[in-house]
C-alpha cells in the first residue's frame, strides 16, 4: 500500500448501555436462587462472591481474555462476503454454540431441581454411624424430580412415574438417594432394565407416542410379565398424575443395610412423606396443563420456592432385622415389585428436607447433576436385591457418556463437599492441577500416602454379611417358600386396589380403560383384562365391557391381604401452603377490599393470583398487579378461586364450570356472588362459599383448600 492510499474511516458507533463505561455490577443470582458451593477439585471450600462463575468485567470477550469490538458482524472479504476462515472469534462462537448440547438422559430426561437442606433429629443414630443422620446435622442437598419415559421437551403432567433423586453433601463425602414416586418397580432383574424402557419409549419406526404409556408396546410387555403388575397398578393410579412435586411421596425402592458404630447390621426402605400430604391431578387436567402449561410441575415448584413457601418432607424408614433369609412377615425383601405394608412396618421418620433455593442455571446444575446409587456413605449400603445391583453399575456407566468422563464428579453441582485425596489423574474435563508422582499404591516416594483407613477412622468399610446358600452361579429367576415371594405377583396389586376409595378406584378404572383402549392389537387388550381379572374381577369386568371384550375369569389364586390404609392419598386434611387462588376482579372493585384479601391470603401462606379483564394494573392506587387477563387464565393453575366482580365473560364461565368440575373450592363476595348465581351454584352446593363477611368467606375457602379437593362432588 502507497503513502497516497486512502484509509477507509471507520464509522463509529454510538455506545451501547454496555459499553457506556458505567460501572455497572455484574448481575449476581436472585433472592430466590442459590448457586452450587464454590469447591476446588480436593474439595476445599473456596471464598468468591455469589455470581463469580458468571461473566465478569464490562467489556465482551472470547474464552481466551481477549476483548472483542463487534460480534454481530463476521469477518469477510468485502461487504457481502464470503467469510473469511481467519476469523477466530466466529469460528469460537459458532464452535460453541454447535456443541451445547449433551446427549439427554436414556430415562428421567425431563425433569427440574432445587437446592436444600436435610435436617436430622438424630431417631436413625442407633441404626447407622452415617453421620448426616445423627442428631441435629444439617446436610445441604440437591434435588431432582423427573419423569421417566418422556423427553426433555415433553410435558410434566403425562401420566408417569416420576424420578425423586436426591444428592447430600455430607461431610463423609456425597450420598445419593435415587428414588421414585412409586415404591415398587416393573422388574426383578437389572438385566430387564432395557427392554421395559424400549417398551415404554415411542415406537421406533415413528417415534410416536411421545412420554406416553398408553400403546402397544408397553401393554404387550407388561400383559406378558407378570411381575410388572403392580407397578402396573400404581402407574394406572392417581399417583401417576401428581398434583405437585411439592405433594408428591418418595421412596427409595430397595432394601437397603444400615451399619451402627458397632457393626450391627439393619435392613431398611427410605420413605419421603410430603408435609402438604399427597394430592394429584384429575385426568382432564392434565390434558389442559399439556397444552396450557407443559411446564406445569417445574413452574409450581420454582414459583413456590421464590414465594417463600418452602416444600417439606419428612425422610422415613422402615426397619427390619438382618436375617439371613432377608425377609419380613412372608414379603421378601430383596424383590422390588413388592411393598411392605406401612402396617406392619411403620414408618419412622429420621429427619426433614427443606427444598428454599431455586438454582442459578439449568444446564449448569439439573441437567449436569450425576446421580449414582453407588454414591454411598459409611453407615449405608446395598442389600442384595438383584435390580438394585444392576442399578449399581448402570447408572456411572451412563454419566460416562452423557458428561463427557470420569471427570464429571468436578462439575460443581456435583463436587463433593469432603475432602477428595485420590490417585485418579488425568481425562476429559479434569479441572485439578496435581502435583507430586505418587499416584499409585503402595509407594514409598510419597511416604505411603494416600493411606488407606479404617472403620474406627470412619472408613467405608463394607460389612461381613453371609450368602444364603446354595452359594453357586445360578442365571435364573429366585424363588422362595415364602407365601408372599418374587413368584406371587397378584396379592399385592390386589391389597392395593381395595386399598383404595371408591373415587381412586373409579379413576384407576377408567385409565385402565383409556390405555387398553389405545392399543390397536386386540390380543395385547385381552390379555390386559386377563391381567386385571387376577386382581379384582368386578375391575376386569368395568374394564372388558368398556373395551367391548367378554369378562374373563382368574387362572390363578391370590392370597387375601387385609387392606392398607397408607395406600390411597385421601388421608384428612394437610396446610395449605403455596397453593393458588384466582382472585376475579375488575376496574370497579373497592381497593381497600382488594389488598385486605391479598393480605389475609399471603399471611395464609396462598399466592394469590389476582385475575381481571384486562393485563397491566387495576384502574386504582392499590399498586397490586394484574397477574393474568381472561384471555392468559385457565383454571387448571388455580386451586380455588374467590369471585368480587360479576365477570360476564364466556372464559370466566368456562373456568367456573372446570374448576367446579374438578372439585375445587369457590368463593364469592358482593358483586362476584353473581358469577356463581349464573351456574347454579349456590352456598347449598358442596365447596361453594358466600357471604358478606369476605375475610370469613375466604377462611372457609382456606379449609377446604387443606382437603385438596372437594370430594363430596364426586360421590
Request: contains cysteine.
Amino acid at each position: 500500500m502507497s503513502d497516497t492510499t486512502p484509509v477507509p474511516e471507520v464509522p463509529q458507533r454510538p455506545p451501547k448501555p454496555d459499553e457506556s463505561g458505567s460501572p455497572v455490577p455484574p448481575p449476581g443470582p436472585a433472592l430466590d436462587q442459590r448457586e452450587p458451593e464454590y469447591r476446588s477439585p480436593t474439595g476445599e471450600l473456596v471464598t468468591a462472591e455469589p455470581g463469580a462463575r458468571g461473566p465478569r468485567g464490562e467489556a465482551l470477550t472470547t474464552s481466551q481474555g481477549v476483548v472483542m469490538g463487534d460480534t454481530d458482524h463476521a469477518l469477510k472479504a468485502g461487504p457481502r462476503g464470503p467469510l473469511l476462515v481467519q476469523d477466530f472469534h466466529f469460528r469460537e462462537k459458532i464452535t460453541h454454540f454447535d456443541h451445547e448440547r449433551i446427549p439427554e438422559r436414556v430415562v428421567h430426561a425431563r425433569g427440574t431441581g432445587a437446592h436444600g437442606v436435610f435436617r436430622s433429629n438424630g431417631a436413625a443414630s442407633k441404626l447407622t454411624r452415617a453421620k448426616f443422620l445423627q442428631a441435629d446435622a444439617e446436610t445441604p442437598v440437591f434435588v431432582r424430580f423427573s419423569t421417566v419415559l418422556g423427553s426433555r421437551g415433553s410435558a410434566d403432567t403425562v401420566r408417569d412415574t416420576r424420578g425423586f433423586a436426591t444428592k447430600f453433601y455430607t461431610e463423609e463425602g456425597v450420598y445419593d438417594l435415587v428414588g421414585n414416586n412409586i415404591p415398587v418397580f416393573f422388574i426383578q432383574e437389572a438385566i430387564k432394565f432395557p427392554d421395559v424402557i424400549h417398551a415404554g419409549k415411542p415406537h421406533p419406526d415413528r417415534e410416536i407416542p411421545q412420554a406416553q404409556s398408553a400403546h402397544d408396546t408397553f401393554w404387550d410387555f407388561v400383559t406378558l410379565h407378570r411381575e410388572a403388575t403392580m407397578h402396573t397398578f400404581w402407574a394406572m393410579s392417581d399417583r401417576a398424575l401428581p398434583r405437585s412435586y411439592r405433594m408428591m411421596e418418595g421412596f427409595g425402592i430397595h432394601t437397603f443395610r444400615l451399619v451402627n458404630d458397632e457393626g450391627a447390621t439393619t435392613l431398611v426402605k427410605f420413605h419421603w412423606k410430603p408435609r402438604l400430604g399427597v394430592h394429584s391431578l384429575l385426568w382432564e387436567e392434565t390434558q389442559l396443563t399439556g397444552g396450557f402449561d407443559p411446564d406445569f410441575h417445574r413452574r409450581d415448584l420454582a414459583d413456590a420456592i421464590e414465594a417463600g413457601a418452602f416444600p417439606e418432607w419428612d425422610l422415613g424408614v422402615q426397619v427390619f432385622p438382618d436375617t439371613p433369609e432377608q425377609t419380613f412377615e412372608g414379603i421378601d425383601l430383596l424383590d422390588p415389585t413388592k411393598i411392605v405394608p406401612e402396617e406392619l412396618a411403620p414408618v419412622q421418620i429420621i429427619g426433614t428436607l427443606q427444598l428454599n433455593a431455586n438454582p442459578v442455571n439449568f444446564f449448569a446444575e439439573t441437567e449436569q447433576i450425576a446421580f449414582c446409587p453407588d454414591h454411598f456413605v459409611p453407615g449405608i449400603e446395598p442389600s442384595d436385591d438383584p435390580l438394585l445391583q444392576g442399578r449399581l453399575f448402570s447408572y456411572l456407566d451412563t454419566q460416562l457418556t452423557r458428561l463427557g468422563g470420569p471427570n464429571f464428579t468436578q462439575l460443581p453441582i456435583n463436587r463433593p463437599h469432603s475432602p477428595i485425596n485420590d490417585n485418579f489423574r488425568d481425562g476429559y474435563h479434569q479441572t485439578g492441577v496435581h502435583p507430586g508422582n505418587n499416584v499409585y499404591k503402595p509407594n514409598s516416594v510419597g511416604g505411603g500416602c494416600p493411606y488407606t483407613a479404617m472403620f474406627a477412622d470412619r472408613a467405608y468399610v463394607e460389612s461381613p454379611t453371609p450368602i444364603t446358600p446354595p452359594a453357586v452361579k445360578v442365571r435364573t429367576t429366585a424363588a422362595t417358600d415364602a407365601p408372599i415371594s418374587f413368584r406371587d405377583h397378584y396379592s399385592q396389586p390386589r391389597q392395593f386396589y381395595r386399598s383404595l376409595t371408591a373415587i381412586e378406584q373409579q379413576h384407576l378404572a377408567d385409565a385402565f380403560s383409556f390405555e387398553l383402549g389405545k392399543c390397536a392389537d386386540e390380543t395385547i387388550r385381552q390379555r390386559g383384562v386377563q391381567m386385571l381379572a387376577e386382581v379384582d374381577t368386578d375391575l376386569a369386568g368395568y374394564v372388558a365391557t368398556q373395551l367391548g371384550l367378554p369378562v374373563p375369569q382368574p387362572e390363578f389364586s391370590t392370597i387375601e391381604l387385609p387392606p392398607s390404609p397408607a395406600l390411597s392419598q385421601l388421608r384428612g386434611e394437610f396446610p395449605p401452603d403455596g397453593r393458588k387462588v384466582a382472585v376475579i376482579t375488575d376496574d370497579e372493585v373497592d381497593h381497600s377490599l382488594l389488598e385486605n384479601l391479598v393480605g389475609l391470603l399471603q399471611r395464609a401462606k396462598i399466592s394469590p393470583m389476582v385475575v381481571a379483564p384486562h393485563a397491566g394494573s387495576l384502574d386504582h392506587q392499590s399498586g397490586i398487579p394484574i397477574d393474568r387477563s381472561f384471555a392468559t387464565m385457565r383454571s387448571v393453575e388455580f386451586d380455588g378461586a374467590i369471585f368480587l366482580s360479576t365477570a360476564a365473560d364466556s372464559r370466566v364461565d368456562l373456568l367456573v364450570a372446570e374448576m367446579f368440575r374438578h372439585g375445587k373450592p369457590l368463593a364469592a363476595a358482593g358483586a362476584g356472588e353473581e358469577v356463581l348465581k349464573r351456574h347454579g351454584y349456590g352456598p347449598d352446593r358442596p365447596g361453594v362459599f358466600v357471604g358478606e363477611d369476605l375475610e370469613l368467606t375466604a377462611n372457609d375457602l382456606l379449609s377446604a383448600l387443606g382437603e385438596h379437593r372437594v370430594w363430596a362432588r364426586f360421590s
